[in-house]
Nanobody, 124 residues
């Protein structure tokens, strides 16, 4: 069982930056692939980024590539999402997710554990 708690959301102006954190419980954090998703009002939850258990090459949605960076600190059981050059269309609730499986890491169904989400609002 893994419990995930996100933090770091808030209100920022367009062009600004935020860093989201996701703290995971459990001693097997290092064996889980970690992902970030987001859900804007009235829209489906969409993939943002994932990083594998080994911390290998991350994968990003095209909409955030070059602006967002996912990373993990195994010693702290934490995964981060650094968000730069934020746009109003990045406004959403951001969710952290974890899985021990290695399939469909760009889809919601690929993950077994979810955090409660943190709100990010980007003003124009």
């Amino acid at each position: 069982q893994v419990q995930l708690v996100e933090s770091g959301g808030g209100l920022v102006q367009a062009g600004g930056s935020l860093r989201l954190s996701c703290a995971a419980s459990g001693r097997t954090f290092s064996s889980y692939h970690m992902g970030w998703f987001r859900q804007a009002p009235g829209k489906e939850r969409e993939f943002v980024a994932f990083i594998t258990w080994s911390g290998g090459t991350p994968y990003y949605a095209d909409s955030v590539k070059g602006r967002f960076t996912i990373s993990r600190d195994t010693a702290k059981n934490t995964v981060y999402l650094q968000m730069n050059s934020l746009k109003p269309e990045d406004t959403a609730v951001y969710y952290c997710a974890a899985t021990a499986r290695s399939l469909s890491l760009r889809t919601r169904s690929g993950y077994d554990y979810w955090g409660q989400g943190t709100q990010v609002t980007v003003s124009s």
